[in-house]
C-alpha cells in the first residue's frame, strides 16, 4: 500500500473513519496508526501536536482540559500556559521520538516536516526531529496579535507575613513595572524539517517533486518570509461551524505552508487533527490528504468540517 488514500475508491463512513478517493481521516492514536504507512508514501506532514503544557499532553482530554481551564482561563492556579515545569519538555521530546522516526520513515526524501511548538519547548521538538535524521532547515513562526500574560508581584507582597507593613510598601513601590519573566507571546515556533534528499535538488525533483519550495506563494506579496503574520480572527470568518476546540489554527495560514512545500495531487497527513484545520487547508489546494485524531468529539468536528468547507 503506497498510502491508504490510493487504494479507497469508494467512500467508507464508520464510527472511526472517514475515507473518500481524496482523503482519509481517523478517529485513532497516531502512535499506531502510522504503523499502516509504507515507508516513503507521505509528501508532506503538516502537524501540531500537544503541547505538552497544562495537561495538554498526549493524554490530552477535552473533558479534564475544559474542567481546569473553563470559564477562568485557569488551570492549577496560572493562566493556560504559564505553569512551569522543566519535566513538560523532557515528556514532550519522550514523547515526540518515535514519533519522529515514523515521520522520517514514512516521508519521501526531500519531502518537509512542519511541526508546530511552543516557544518554550520548541527546542525540544526539534531535536526529536534533529535525532530521528531529518535537517533541520529553519525555524518558521506564526505572528498572531499576542496577549500581556506576565504577573506583578505585589498580590504576594501584601499577603507575606515575614515582612512589616513598611517592607511591603518599600518592596511594592521599588517592584513597581517589574512582572514575572514572560513578554508578550506573538509567535508560535514551527521546525522546518526536511527528510535528506536523494542526490542534487534536480535531481531529487526528478524523481519526487520534493525537495524545493514554491516561492511564488506568498501571504503579503512579497518573497516567502520565516515569520508569517496571520491574525488569530481570521478564524472567525473561516468557519460557519461553532470549533470547539481549543487550538484550532487558521485555515489560511496552513494553505500557505501547503503551497509552499507540496504540489497538487501530492499527500498532505497531519497525524493531530484536532478540529481538521490542516485537512481542510490541504484538500482547498487539491492535494490528498491523511489525518489522525484520537479524541472522538473532535474528530467528528473535523469530519463535519471537511464535508462542509472543503469547496
Ligand atoms: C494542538 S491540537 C491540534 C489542533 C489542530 N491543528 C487544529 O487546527 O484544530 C493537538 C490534537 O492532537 C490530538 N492528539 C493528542 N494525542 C494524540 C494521538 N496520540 N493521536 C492522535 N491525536 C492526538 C489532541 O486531541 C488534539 O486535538
Same mark, same amino acid.
Given at each position: &500500500?503506497?498510502?491508504?488514500? $490510493?487504494?479507497? *475508491?469508494?467512500?467508507? #463512513?464508520?464510527?472511526?473513519? =472517514?475515507?473518500?478517493?481524496?482523503?482519509? /481521516?481517523?478517529?485513532?492514536?497516531?502512535?499506531?496508526?502510522?504503523?499502516?504507512?509504507?515507508?516513503?508514501?507521505? $509528501?508532506?506532514?503538516?502537524? #501540531?501536536?500537544?503541547?505538552?503544557? #497544562?495537561?495538554?499532553? @498526549?493524554?490530552?482530554?477535552?473533558?479534564?482540559?475544559?474542567?481546569?481551564?473553563?470559564? @477562568?482561563?485557569?488551570?492549577?492556579?496560572?493562566?493556560?500556559? &504559564?505553569?512551569?515545569?522543566?519535566?513538560?519538555?523532557?515528556?514532550?521530546?519522550?514523547?515526540?521520538?518515535?514519533?519522529?522516526?515514523?515521520?522520517?520513515?514514512?516521508?519521501?526524501?526531500?519531502? %518537509?516536516?512542519?511541526?508546530?511548538? *511552543?516557544?518554550?519547548?520548541?527546542?525540544?521538538?526539534?531535536?526529536?526531529?534533529?535525532?530521528?535524521?531529518?535537517?533541520?532547515?529553519?525555524?518558521?513562526?506564526?505572528?498572531?496579535?499576542?496577549?500581556?500574560?506576565?504577573? @506583578?508581584?505585589?498580590? %504576594? /507582597? +501584601?499577603? $507575606?507575613? !515575614?515582612?512589616?507593613?513598611?517592607?511591603?510598601?518599600?518592596?511594592?513601590?521599588?517592584?513597581?513595572?517589574?512582572?514575572?519573566?514572560?513578554?508578550?507571546?506573538?509567535?508560535?515556533? &514551527?521546525?522546518?524539517?526536511? +527528510?535528506?534528499?536523494?542526490?542534487?535538488?534536480?535531481?531529487?525533483? *526528478?524523481?519526487?517533486?520534493?525537495?524545493?519550495?514554491?516561492?511564488?506563494?506568498?501571504? $503579503?506579496?512579497?518573497?516567502? @518570509? !520565516?515569520?508569517?503574520?496571520?491574525?488569530?480572527?481570521?478564524? +472567525?470568518?473561516?468557519?460557519?461551524?461553532?470549533?470547539?476546540?481549543?487550538?484550532? +489554527?487558521?485555515?489560511?495560514? /496552513?494553505?500557505?505552508?501547503?503551497?509552499?512545500?507540496?504540489?497538487?495531487?501530492?499527500?498532505?497527513? #497531519?497525524? =493531530?487533527?484536532?478540529?481538521?484545520?490542516?485537512?481542510?487547508?490541504?484538500?482547498?489546494?487539491?492535494? %490528498?490528504?491523511?489525518?489522525?485524531?484520537?479524541?472522538?468529539?473532535?474528530?467528528?468536528?473535523?469530519?463535519?468540517?471537511?464535508?462542509?468547507?472543503?469547496?
Amino acid at each position: &500500500m503506497t498510502a491508504r488514500i $490510493d487504494s479507497a *475508491q469508494n467512500i467508507k #463512513d464508520s464510527n472511526t473513519q =472517514f475515507i473518500t478517493s481524496k482523503f482519509s /481521516i481517523y478517529n485513532q492514536d497516531c502512535t499506531e496508526g502510522l504503523k499502516a504507512l509504507s515507508n516513503n508514501s507521505i $509528501d508532506c506532514i503538516i502537524t #501540531d501536536p500537544p503541547y505538552f503544557i #497544562d495537561g495538554m499532553g @498526549s493524554e490530552w482530554n477535552d473533558t479534564n482540559l475544559k474542567t481546569k481551564a473553563s470559564k @477562568s482561563g485557569v488551570i492549577g492556579g496560572l493562566p493556560v500556559g &504559564m505553569k512551569f515545569d522543566k519535566a513538560q519538555g523532557e515528556r514532550l521530546q519522550e514523547f515526540m521520538n518515535p514519533l519522529a522516526n515514523e515521520f522520517y520513515r514514512i516521508l519521501k526524501p526531500g519531502g %518537509f516536516c512542519i511541526v508546530f511548538s *511552543q516557544a518554550r519547548l520548541y527546542h525540544r521538538m526539534a531535536m526529536s526531529l534533529d535525532l530521528a535524521g531529518f535537517e533541520i532547515r529553519d525555524m518558521l513562526a506564526w505572528k498572531y496579535e499576542g496577549q500581556a500574560k506576565a504577573f @506583578s508581584q505585589t498580590h %504576594f /507582597i +501584601k499577603k $507575606d507575613k !515575614n515582612l512589616t507593613q513598611a517592607q511591603k510598601e518599600s518592596l511594592i513601590k521599588e517592584l513597581e513595572g517589574y512582572k514575572t519573566p514572560q513578554l508578550k507571546p506573538q509567535i508560535e515556533p &514551527m521546525v522546518m524539517a526536511q +527528510k535528506p534528499k536523494e542526490g542534487t535538488f534536480v535531481q531529487n525533483w *526528478q524523481k519526487h517533486k520534493l525537495g524545493l519550495i514554491n516561492t511564488k506563494e506568498s501571504l $503579503d506579496g512579497r518573497f516567502p @518570509s !520565516n515569520v508569517m503574520g496571520v491574525s488569530k480572527h481570521t478564524r +472567525k470568518n473561516e468557519s460557519n461551524i461553532k470549533i470547539e476546540h481549543l487550538t484550532p +489554527k487558521p485555515v489560511c495560514l /496552513i494553505s500557505h505552508l501547503v503551497r509552499l512545500f507540496t504540489q497538487e495531487e501530492q499527500i498532505v497527513l #497531519d497525524p =493531530f487533527m484536532g478540529s481538521g484545520s490542516h485537512g481542510i487547508a490541504a484538500l482547498n489546494n487539491h492535494r %490528498f490528504f491523511i489525518g489522525y485524531e484520537i479524541e472522538k468529539k473532535y474528530f467528528e468536528i473535523a469530519k463535519k468540517r471537511i464535508e462542509q468547507e472543503v469547496l
